[in-house]
Every structure is written in structure tokens, then in C-alpha cells.
């Protein structure tokens, strides 16, 4: 196996294993919470602007052997986890890695690993199109406003079709059934990278998150830059609890050293800033726990024993009041002709799998190197509220013959839930995001009963398996895209004023705050047309950009507290 350049930084460095901050009393002109995409894209653009920064990750190792993960070493190389191998990607909820990386106290799933979810998903990576910035962002958030920023990041991530070194494809059965069935559909087959703006009725081999044969990720693509500097500090098993502020300025951070379950302080430097990247989850619980947010929140934290601050300075902003997920459905279908099968997880990781194995260390070839799905396709409908929704369905062999299309509902969605903080310092669910409007429930009809009279037409040479084999039935599969916005949604709307529904301003401040910040999924006011990842990362490079040039040219509008 090929060694890519960031590993290589990753274990000259020896960052990543045991780092902590300087001193507790060290001031820094940039803390970041959350070592997710967000946090380290940020981590990583505001070092190479020659600001001290400070990135806190709550987990005490990463995913990968470099960053502290040597137990789970593959049988057949030591330099590897299962995480890493794309091929693997379709077993990784039964890895143990999954039990130790997944967070346990949220109602909702979130990674609390080094790298975030994008360490443990199934690395389909959608370009955003347009209209995921056009229809709801705000005025300077357009997609000609961050087009800049998204080739940023694909300039270092871009995602990849035809990931194996020697330009081919591998089991390919499964893509050629449904395309065949998709064509008699009158669909059209398009590149979903080049052609992003192609939603309506199109297939496309899937784009994976995958560079140089392995998982790809911020945690391969920028933090080995930061990490390179020495104005950059990586510090693990730091759980942030809550922001200290004095009034509307941030002076530092309140976390618990996973080592020693001591309480300690970090303090910025005069003049710096701290940024929330601890994803759309956490970071609302950050901000209860600090004083921001609706006041049963902050109550709820106060009684939970966090020291929240005086009455006087709690800011009443509607945080975690616009909570945006994908709902996804289940269609599992038996074609009659099918010889392909899903990859024997167990054969690959015991080592007997010796074809694949040996085309993937030696040659970088082979099924190893792509991720699980076979085919993803995209589509809309229009309800009678006039509204549009986007649907994307993700296809991949489950058993002989057998493919299951996870199939989500995605852009323009009206649904909204919320979330709410217990006295147990969990994030809980409040209010379901799910088909909780008339449009959206008949929209999702809509879209259902079309895939399920394609498939059961005469001559489709498919059938639908139990349960799932009718309309209500698929409905009734639903369950959580994972893919978590609007918790502390982005907008001109000031939260604090009338009716205002938004958290953080054009700026990402989080408003009534003169240096917090906020850059994770939880300032998206809409969702992306599909898996969300690449979509998470643009926002990053594009929020972090404007944090950049506010040092550059600070304006006069800080977003401090406003009578009303």
C-alpha cells in the first residue's frame, strides 16, 4: 500500500497522541470546538492565516493507527483499520469502532471521533448544487457567493468515481441492472460531480469520498497542514461544556479533561474569538449551557449543575427551534436476473478474502477500493403546495440478486423539529423533524408510489421484498438521515427580535455575541440535496473565509445586545 503524504505528516508529527494545550492560562486568538469537518477545516485556514488557534476534540484518540487506533488494526496490515478501507464501509455499524465512536448523549446519532461523521459514514459525496444555496440561504450565501469556497475544498477533496489506481470499476452487476431498469424509465445518466446541477430523473455511479485509496475526509485532507505549524494546538479528551463570557464577549472555554474528569479553564487571547464546530447536536448544548438560547433551556441547564451566567445576561435566541433532517425510507428490491452479491465483511477482515486484498495492498486496485453503493440517483416532485422536493436514492447489494435503495427525502422539505437539553446534560428530541407537514407527507406519497409501480410494472424484472412491499409499508420504514440541520440556523432574522427564527448572522456570529462563532451543520437553513458531507464541508471553507476577513477589516456591527 501506497503511503499518502498526510499520513505520512500525521505520523512524523506525533501530534495527534497525548497533546494538550500549553497551559491552562494560554491565550489564543482562535478556539475551536469540535474536530469534525467543520473544526478542522476552520482549524486548519485560520493557521495558515498566522492566527494561534487551539482545536478541542472531546474523544481521547482518532480514527485511524496514526491518531491513536492501533487496537483496531486490520489482521493484514497494521497500518490500517477497517474505517480506512472504502470496500469495508458497508459493515461499519457492526465494527466495534462503531459502539466507541458514536456519541451517547444525544437522542440523535453524532460521531464524538476525531474527523466527526465523516469518519464513519458511507463517504457518498454529493456536490451541491445550486438551488441547496439559492432557494433559503441568505443574501451574500448564494451559490455564486461560495462557489469560491467550494472549489477550495475540491481542490483537496473532491470526491471520486473511479477510485482504483488503474481507472476501472469493480462489480458493476448491480449498477448495470438498475440502469437498464432506470433507462426503460426514460432517466438519464450523468456524472453526479460534473453535473451537479442534474437532479431531476438522473443516475450516476456513485461519487465517494475516497482519495489515494482510502477514506477520504478533513482528517486526511487539512488537519496534517495545521498540524505542520506551530501556531496550531491539537488537544484530545477535551469536552466543552460552555462558552465563559463576560456580557457579549466570549473570554474563554469551560471543559472536562477526559483524563482526570477535572473541570479546567482555557483562555483566549484579548481580541480573540471561539468557534463552535461541535455539529448541529452539540453545539445547541454548548450554547444552553452558556446562556444562549430559549430560557427553559438555560433553566434546564442551571439545574443539570452547569453555572450558566447571571439572568441579566442570558440571550434569548431560538436555538435548536429549527431542527431540518433527511427522512429516509427503505425499498428493497429482488431483480430476477441478478448475480451480484454483497462483500463477504468477515473474509476481508480475517485476511481470506486473498484476491481483493492482494490487489488493494499491492496495486491499489480492486472492489477494496470503492465504497458500498452501486448506483445513486436523484430525482423531484411538486406537491400541491406548489412546492418542490428533491428525493436521492442510494443502491446497494444486500444478498444474491438483492438490492436495497435507501431512499431519502432531501431538498425542500417544510418540516421542522426541536431540540431540547434534560437534566442530565443529554440532547434530546423534543419535537420529530419528520413528514410533519401536509406537503411534505404527500410529497413522500408521491415519490413512493412512483418507485413502487416502476418496480412492480410488468416486465421490470424486479420485485419488492417483505416487508416492505407497498406504499405504506415503505412509509412506515422511516427512519433518521442523519444528516441534522437548522439548530442554529443562519439568517438576517435576528432571533432575538419578533418573530426572528435565526441563531448566528451572515458572519456566523451568533447574534448578541461580539467573538462566537458558529461554522458546523447546525447553520444551514436548508437541507442539501443528498448525503449532506460535501455540503458541511463548502459552509466550512465558506464561513471560515469571512471570519478571516472580518480580522482583516472589522466592521462596526458586532451583533452585541439590542434593546426590544
Not at 438555560?298 to 431560538?318: F, K, M, Y
Amino acid at each position: 500500500m501506497r503511503v499518502h503524504w498526510a499520513t505520512a505528516v500525521l505520523a512524523s508529527s506525533g501530534a495527534l497522541l497525548g497533546v494538550q494545550a500549553a497551559s491552562n492560562q494560554t491565550g489564543y486568538d482562535y478556539i475551536i470546538v469540535g474536530g469534525g469537518p467543520s473544526g478542522i477545516i476552520s482549524a486548519e485556514r485560520l493557521s495558515a492565516a498566522n492566527k494561534k488557534v487551539l482545536l478541542l476534540e472531546r474523544s481521547t484518540v482518532g480514527p485511524t493507527i496514526e491518531t491513536g487506533a492501533a487496537k483496531y488494526a486490520l489482521s493484514w496490515n497494521d497500518t490500517l483499520t477497517a474505517i480506512d478501507v472504502p470496500g469495508l464501509s458497508f459493515d461499519v455499524g457492526n465494527f466495534p469502532q462503531w459502539t466507541d465512536y458514536i456519541c451517547t448523549d444525544t437522542d440523535g446519532t453524532a460521531a464524538c471521533i476525531l474527523g466527526g461523521g465523516v469518519t464513519v459514514n458511507y463517504m457518498v459525496f454529493v456536490h451541491p448544487p445550486d438551488h441547496d444555496f439559492d432557494d433559503k440561504w441568505p443574501v451574500g450565501w448564494k451559490w455564486a457567493d461560495v462557489a469560491a469556497g467550494a472549489e477550495r475544498l475540491y481542490a483537496r477533496n473532491p470526491g471520486s468515481s473511479v477510485p482504483s489506481a488503474d481507472g476501472q470499476l469493480y462489480d458493476q452487476a448491480a449498477y448495470g441492472t438498475l440502469a437498464r431498469f432506470f433507462n426503460k424509465l426514460n432517466w438519464t445518466a450523468v456524472d453526479m460531480s460534473a453535473q451537479r446541477n442534474e437532479k431531476f430523473q438522473t443516475y450516476s455511479h456513485p461519487v465517494w469520498n475516497v482519495q489515494d485509496y482510502k477514506r477520504a475526509g478533513p482528517l486526511r485532507t487539512y488537519l496534517p497542514l495545521a498540524l505542520a505549524r506551530k501556531n496550531f494546538s491539537l488537544r484530545m479528551g477535551a469536552l466543552v461544556t460552555r462558552v465563559l463570557r463576560t456580557g457579549s464577549r466570549a473570554t474563554g472555554l469551560e471543559i472536562i479533561n477526559a483524563a482526570t474528569n477535572a473541570t479546567e479553564t482555557i483562555r483566549l487571547a484579548p481580541g480573540g474569538k471561539v468557534i463552535l464546530a461541535a455539529g448541529a447536536l452539540h453545539s445547541p448544548r454548548i450554547l444552553f449551557n452558556s446562556g444562549i438560547g430559549p430560557r427553559a433551556q438555560i433553566a434546564t441547564a442551571q439545574r443539570s449543575g452547569i453555572t450558566v451566567p447571571p439572568v441579566a445576561e442570558w440571550i434569548d435566541l431560538p436555538v435548536g427551534k429549527s431542527l431540518m433532517d433527511h427522512p429516509i425510507f427503505s425499498i428493497v428490491i429482488k431483480t430476477q436476473n441478478g448475480t451480484f452479491n454483497t462483500l463477504d465483511a468477515a473474509a476481508i477482515l480475517n485476511g481470506t478474502a486473498t484476491r481483493d486484498i492482494a490487489a488493494y495492498e499491492t496495486d491499489n486496485d480492486g472492489v477494496l477500493t470503492q465504497g458500498k453503493h452501486r448506483l445513486v440517483f436523484f430525482t423531484s416532485n411538486v406537491a400541491s403546495d406548489g412546492l418542490t422536493r428533491f428525493y436521492q436514492g442510494s443502491c446497494t447489494p444486500t444478498a444474491e440478486g438483492v438490492v436495497t435503495i435507501t431512499a431519502y427525502m432531501t431538498h425542500g422539505l417544510t418540516s421542522t423539529g426541536e431540540l431540547a437539553l434534560d437534566a442530565n446534560q443529554r440532547t434530546t428530541i423534543a419535537k420529530s423533524p419528520y413528514l410533519q407537514t401536509a406537503g411534505d407527507r404527500e410529497a413522500a406519497t408521491a415519490f413512493i408510489q412512483s418507485m413502487v409501480n416502476a418496480i412492480t410494472a410488468p416486465g421490470s424484472g424486479m420485485t419488492l421484498v417483505e416487508p416492505y412491499t407497498n406504499t405504506s409499508a415503505i412509509l412506515g420504514s422511516l427512519t433518521a438521515g442523519i444528516h441534522y440541520a437548522g439548530t442554529t440556523k443562519m439568517g438576517v432574522d435576528d432571533g432575538r427580535v419578533g418573530n426572528g427564527t435565526a441563531v448566528v448572522d451572515t458572519d456566523s456570529r451568533v447574534y448578541g455575541m461580539q467573538n462566537l462563532y458558529i461554522v458546523d451543520g447546525g447553520i444551514h437553513p436548508d437541507l442539501a440535496s443528498g448525503n449532506n458531507q460535501a455540503m458541511v464541508m463548502v459552509v466550512a471553507e465558506n464561513a471560515v473565509e469571512r471570519i478571516i476577513q472580518q480580522d482583516k477589516f472589522p466592521d462596526e456591527d458586532m451583533g452585541v445586545p439590542c434593546d426590544v
